[in-house]
């Protein structure tokens, strides 16, 4: 087939030529202006194109006649004449972007009114989509802040869009066409790292907020209806509940809260009691939230969902809300608190003799920081004896596990925090006081483990499979402190959670349950939930109920360890990024990828433990240097390098 002339904008088809001008059947058109059969060129066509006022008044006339006239007819009556110059201009006016006429089959038909202001209406609204489009796409090339109540809703929209990518993963929703097509306009991959990096630029993400947040009940805070139930509790926390009359009142009893100095949740306390027999019992009290909490209640669903508190470089996200956790669970001094309340005898080498489980009301005297603790320990006063007299019982505890296999792997710890933007070290030192409290902790975690385990009683226990350390001539030979301990790190499995109890290697214990976080850690709460029916006579939740239960909120909590390593990830960059031109030494602990070269160094300054590219060869305890090559907090990248000294 023959191929028509091109005009400025239109391609005329070989097909209508005939109705602009018949040729003999023999005769191939020229597909160029100016050459016969086509004898006029662009400007002619230009200056034979119908007017705005002939086009009208056109449309008019057929209009009214309802007729369909063919191209000749139509070009007599809008150009005065049906020249080839004239209906080659008609037909290239007609296949423009025109409203007023129809062009079927050779034939020229008005189109009513009705129907033009459709099509306008239409060209109008796909006008102003394409503009939105087109603005959009400035958006993303920019990369310029954007104050998000100001944008087109759509615009908003797609923000949101991307916003629920970055925080669930780019699998987890399907992104609109045209937001998808604006994307790979503006050359953005639609990856949960490149739209995280590009939020941050646009200004619609705190580049600070972890991505794993989103979605999570810790990403909106407490609702209001929550926050209202927990502000009547707060109103009605002194009123007597049926469980109250039960509690032995230990409020004469001298007892302590030893915490840092910004903790404002306080879930336990110690104390000791000299008895007639000259022997000394160890208390153990511990916040009791289940007083005010039901099971099932709103407030409790909602600390199952969250599993733990999650404890972020810029403050915490409490389990329950502050108003609570701070407040009327908390064992403040100089208050009735109601406690369940653990106690123990030890014999002389430190095992448990006898103990028991109670509530109580107790009545803490002092609140003492580690540092406040340790001066009493070190000091101990004659009138002030309690503290160097736990000390020493729970020391007898400690010495007691390790005999059986306790791993005893005390460091200082380091965190990175943010307070107010400015960035600090936060290192938590081993200390008398700190290793007091923890031993008074993980004694009260097996005695509620033998509980649950004298009375077949299905609890979250915590367990830990055996481990094949390194000899201990081997061990010997590597220095103490973070280089021996990160050789017998690397043999130990990672902790379990189950319904019944089982031995836990690094603590040296036949069982164990934690117990003594009940405003921080879920699993706690319902230790003692299962404890308090025992207590009642009650039906305690059976085991496949319990492991239901452990399934629920374990997959909470492992959520928000997910989200503080994220986040202590990120702040080690900004840190690293303000401190790009410092170097540190470090020493060598073990390699992680040795074909990558990538070790494990401990960077004593942070009191923690990095990754970084280290050299060839490298062993245990070799003395290296440390510096920033490259760190972006803005792209989660951070690379390290270590360096022979």
Same mark, same amino acid.
């Given at each position: 087939?023959?191929?028509?002339?091109?005009?400025?904008?239109?391609?005329?088809?070989? &097909?209508?030529?005939?109705?602009?001008?018949?040729?003999?059947?023999?005769?191939?058109?020229?597909?160029?202006?100016?050459v016969?059969?086509?004898?006029?060129?662009?400007?002619?066509?230009?200056?034979?194109?119908p007017?705005?006022?002939?086009?009208?008044?056109?449309?008019?006339?057929?209009?009214?006649?309802?007729?369909?006239?063919?191209?000749?007819?139509?070009?007599?009556?809008?150009?005065?004449?049906?020249?080839?110059?004239?209906k080659?201009?008609?037909?290239?006016?007609?296949?423009?972007?025109?409203?007023?006429f129809?062009?079927?089959?050779?034939?020229?038909?008005?189109?009513?009114?009705?129907?033009?202001?459709? &099509?306008?209406?239409?060209?109008?609204?796909?006008?102003?989509? =394409?503009?939105?489009?087109?603005?959009?796409?400035?958006?993303?090339?920019?990369?310029?802040?954007?104050?998000?109540?100001?944008?087109?809703?759509?615009?908003?929209?797609?923000?949101?869009?991307?916003?629920?990518?970055?925080?669930?993963?780019?699998?987890?929703?399907?992104?609109?066409f045209?937001?998808?097509q604006?994307?790979?306009?503006a050359?953005?991959?639609?990856?949960?790292?490149?739209?995280?990096?590009?939020l941050?630029?646009?200004?619609?993400?705190?580049?600070?907020?972890?991505?794993?947040?989103?979605?999570?009940?810790?990403?909106?805070?407490?609702?209001?209806?929550?926050?209202?139930?927990?502000?009547?509790?707060?109103?009605?926390?002194?009123?007597?509940?049926? =469980?109250?009359?039960?509690?032995?009142?230990?409020?004469?009893?001298?007892?302590?809260?030893?915490?840092?100095a910004?903790t404002?949740?306080?879930?336990?306390?110690i104390?000791l009691?000299?008895?007639?027999?000259g022997?000394?019992?160890?208390?153990?009290?511990?916040?009791?939230?289940?007083?005010?909490?039901?099971?099932?209640?709103?407030?409790?669903?909602?600390?199952?969902?969250?599993?733990?508190?999650?404890?972020?470089?810029?403050?915490?996200?409490?389990?329950?809300?502050?108003?609570?956790?701070?407040?009327?669970?908390?064992?403040?001094?100089?208050?009735?608190?109601?406690?369940?309340?653990?106690?123990?005898?030890?014999?002389?080498?430190?095992?448990?003799?006898?103990?028991?489980?109670?509530?109580?009301?107790?009545?803490?005297?002092?609140?003492?920081?580690?540092?406040?603790?340790d001066?009493?320990?070190?000091?101990?006063?004659?009138? =002030?004896?309690?503290?160097?007299?736990?000390?020493?019982?729970?020391?007898?505890?400690?010495?007691?596990?390790?005999?059986?296999?306790?791993?005893?792997?005390?460091?200082?710890?380091?965190?990175? &925090?943010?307070?107010?933007?400015?960035?600090?070290?936060?290192?938590?030192?081993?200390?008398?006081?700190?290793?007091?409290?923890?031993?008074?902790?993980?004694?009260?975690?097996?005695?509620?483990?033998?509980?649950g385990s004298?009375?077949?009683?299905?609890?979250?226990?915590?367990?830990?499979?055996?481990a094949?350390?390194?000899?201990?001539?081997?061990?010997?030979?590597?220095?103490?402190?973070?280089?021996r301990?990160?050789?017998?790190k690397?043999?130990?499995?990672?902790?379990?959670?189950?319904?019944?109890?089982?031995?836990?290697?690094?603590?040296?214990?036949?069982?164990?349950?934690q117990?003594?976080?009940?405003?921080?850690?879920?699993?706690d709460?319902?230790?003692?939930?299962?404890?308090?029916?025992?207590?009642?006579?009650?039906d305690?939740?059976?085991?496949?109920?319990?492991?239901?239960?452990?399934?629920?909120?374990?997959?909470?909590?492992?959520?928000?360890?997910?989200?503080?390593?994220?986040?202590?990830?990120?702040?080690?960059?900004?840190?690293?990024?303000?401190?790009?031109?410092?170097?540190?030494?470090v020493d060598?602990?073990?390699?992680?990828?040795?074909?990558?070269?990538?070790?494990?160094?401990?960077?004593?300054?942070?009191?923690?433990?990095?990754?970084?590219?280290?050299?060839?060869?490298?062993?245990?305890?070799?003395?290296?240097?440390? &510096?920033?090559?490259?760190?972006?907090?803005?792209?989660?990248?951070?690379?390290?390098?270590?360096?022979?000294?």
């Amino acid at each position: 087939m023959s191929v028509g002339f091109r005009g400025k904008e239109q391609v005329v088809p070989a &097909r209508t030529i005939d109705l602009i001008h018949p040729l003999p059947g023999d005769v191939d058109p020229s597909t160029g202006l100016g050459v016969s059969p086509w004898t006029f060129n662009e400007h002619d066509l230009q200056e034979c194109s119908p007017n705005c006022r002939d086009w009208g008044e056109t449309w008019v006339l057929l209009l009214e006649s309802t007729e369909t006239v063919d191209l000749a007819d139509f070009a007599e009556l809008a150009c005065g004449t049906d020249s080839v110059l004239s209906k080659a201009a008609c037909w290239l006016a007609l296949h423009r972007n025109q409203d007023f006429f129809r062009w079927k089959q050779g034939a020229v038909q008005a189109r009513p009114a009705a129907e033009i202001r459709s &099509r306008r209406a239409e060209r109008r609204v796909q006008v102003k989509a =394409e503009l939105r489009i087109k603005q959009w796409v400035q958006f993303l090339k920019a990369r310029q802040p954007l104050v998000f109540n100001t944008l087109d809703p759509l615009h908003q929209q797609w923000i949101k869009s991307l916003q629920q990518l970055v925080g669930d993963g780019a699998e987890a929703i399907e992104l609109d066409f045209q937001l998808s097509q604006s994307l790979k306009t503006a050359r953005v991959e639609a990856n949960a790292k490149d739209l995280r990096h590009l939020l941050i630029q646009l200004g619609q993400w705190d580049e600070h907020r972890p991505a794993s947040i989103a979605g999570t009940p810790w990403s909106n805070g407490f609702s209001e209806n929550l926050l209202l139930e927990a502000k009547e509790l707060v109103e009605k926390c002194d009123r007597t509940t049926p =469980e109250d009359e039960n509690r032995l009142d230990l409020t004469a009893q001298t007892c302590v809260t030893i915490d840092d100095a910004e903790t404002n949740d306080i879930d336990d306390a110690i104390a000791l009691e000299r008895r007639q027999d000259g022997s000394k019992r160890l208390w153990i009290h511990i916040a009791d939230p289940g007083r005010l909490i039901p099971e099932g209640s709103p407030l409790d669903l909602e600390a199952r969902r969250r599993g733990s508190s999650l404890y972020l470089s810029r403050g915490t996200l409490p389990m329950f809300p502050a108003e609570l956790s701070t407040g009327p669970f908390s064992l403040k001094t100089g208050r009735h608190n109601a406690a369940w309340s653990t106690w123990v005898d030890l014999d002389p080498h430190g095992d448990v003799t006898d103990f028991g489980i109670l509530r109580s009301w107790v009545t803490p005297r002092y609140r003492l920081t580690y540092d406040d603790a340790d001066e009493l320990i070190d000091l101990a006063p004659p009138e =002030e004896t309690d503290l160097a007299e736990l000390h020493e019982l729970l020391e007898r505890r400690r010495r007691w596990r390790t005999d059986r296999g306790a791993l005893q792997m005390e460091l200082p710890e380091g965190r990175i &925090r943010c307070r107010d933007g400015e960035l600090s070290v936060q290192v938590t030192e081993p200390s008398p006081s700190r290793t007091m409290v923890a031993e008074a902790m993980i004694l009260a975690g097996a005695v509620a483990a033998r509980f649950g385990s004298t009375h077949n009683l299905a609890l979250p226990y915590r367990s830990q499979l055996p481990a094949d350390l390194p000899p201990a001539s081997e061990l010997e030979q590597l220095p103490d402190g973070a280089v021996r301990f990160a050789a017998m790190k690397r043999c130990l499995s990672r902790g379990l959670m189950g319904t019944q109890p089982s031995p836990h290697f690094s603590l040296g214990l036949q069982a164990y349950a934690q117990a003594t976080s009940p405003i921080r850690r879920y699993g706690d709460l319902v230790v003692q939930r299962q404890i308090a029916a025992v207590i009642n006579a009650e039906d305690p939740l059976s085991e496949q109920s319990m492991q239901d239960l452990i399934n629920t909120f374990d997959t909470a909590v492992r959520e928000g360890l997910t989200i503080s390593r994220e986040d202590q990830r990120h702040w080690q960059q900004v840190w690293f990024e303000r401190h790009q031109s410092d170097q540190w030494r470090v020493d060598f602990l073990r390699w992680l990828r040795p074909q990558d070269r990538l070790g494990l160094v401990r960077l004593d300054d942070l009191a923690m433990d990095v990754a970084a590219e280290c050299p060839t060869g490298s062993v245990p305890g070799d003395a290296l240097v440390l &510096r920033v090559d490259q760190v972006d907090s803005q792209c989660d990248q951070l690379r390290l390098l270590a360096l022979a000294c």
